[in-house]
């Protein structure tokens, strides 16, 4: 079955303890990006990339770090979590960033920093 | 700046009634635009995509329209079900010099009764 899948669904952890969520596609897609959900905001993207060793910032990267060393994993890392890095986590890949290809969205990471 | 708006934030109708989500957006230069479906605890899922010159466009009971003279897309879903209760995610895609970016609507919350 195509799909995204993340890991953990959910995670709860405190202030400065590094983290990485992960993210595996099994479409073949070339880009892979990283969004953040919170109540009131659209979906608002971290970071993206557009193939293999090439990643590039969305538009609230900071305090976040991703990597792209297979076509098929995306990792996100907080080497610093802070509180308001609470949020919905979702990791999205597509056929190619351009034209007419759906986002196709993983079901999520509730991360909670205290 | 670019902007996407959604109407009504929520809204609650009867099993079997017709409901129409309205999307209106300030993007340019405009590249497409798509609906998704959000399922409470679940990643969004891909309904429609429309490029500027469609019209409409329909996924089983999902209809999309686009206006892009006036800037305006709509969501009409016909004859609803309980599983139609979900989130409705309007998203502009934007081009600019061969690169694109994705502008998330806030969502219309949708809850159908029985």
């Known amino acids: 079955e195509a799909q995204v899948t993340q890991n953990p669904r959910y995670l709860i952890t405190v202030t400065g303890k590094k983290l990485t969520v992960t993210c595996s596609q099994n479409?073949?897609?070339?880009?892979m990006s990283w969004y953040r959900q919170d109540p009131g905001l659209g979906l608002r993207q971290i970071y993206y990339s557009m193939n293999v060793e090439v990643t590039d910032k969305g538009d609230v990267p900071e305090g976040y770090k991703v990597s792209r060393k297979e076509k098929r994993n995306f990792p996100l890392i907080l080497e610093s979590p802070s509180p308001n890095q609470t949020s919905l986590y979702f990791c999205a890949s597509s056929l190619s960033r351009v034209g007419n290809s759906p986002l196709h969205f993983g079901n999520g990471t509730r991360l909670t920093v205290t | 700046k670019n902007q996407v708006e959604q109407s009504p934030q929520s809204l609650i109708i009867l099993e079997g009634k017709n409901c129409t989500l309205q999307?209106?957006?300030?993007?340019?230069?405009?590249?497409?635009l798509r609906w998704y479906k959000q399922d409470t605890g679940r990643g969004p899922v891909s309904l429609t995509i429309?490029?500027?010159?469609?019209n409409t466009k329909s996924n089983g009971r999902y209809t999309a329209t686009l206006d892009a003279d006036t800037k305006q897309s709509s969501l009409h879903i016909t004859a609803s079900q309980l599983s139609d209760s979900a989130s409705y995610i309007c998203?502009?895609?934007?081009?600019?010099?061969?690169?694109?970016?994705?502008?998330f609507g806030t969502g219309t919350r949708l809850k159908v009764l029985a």
């Open positions: 479409m073949n897609h070339e880009y």
């Open positions: 998203v502009v895609s934007a081009s600019r010099d061969g690169t694109y970016k994705y502008i």
């Open positions: 999307c209106n957006y300030t993007v340019s230069p405009f590249s497409n």
């Open positions: 429309m490029t500027f010159s469609e």
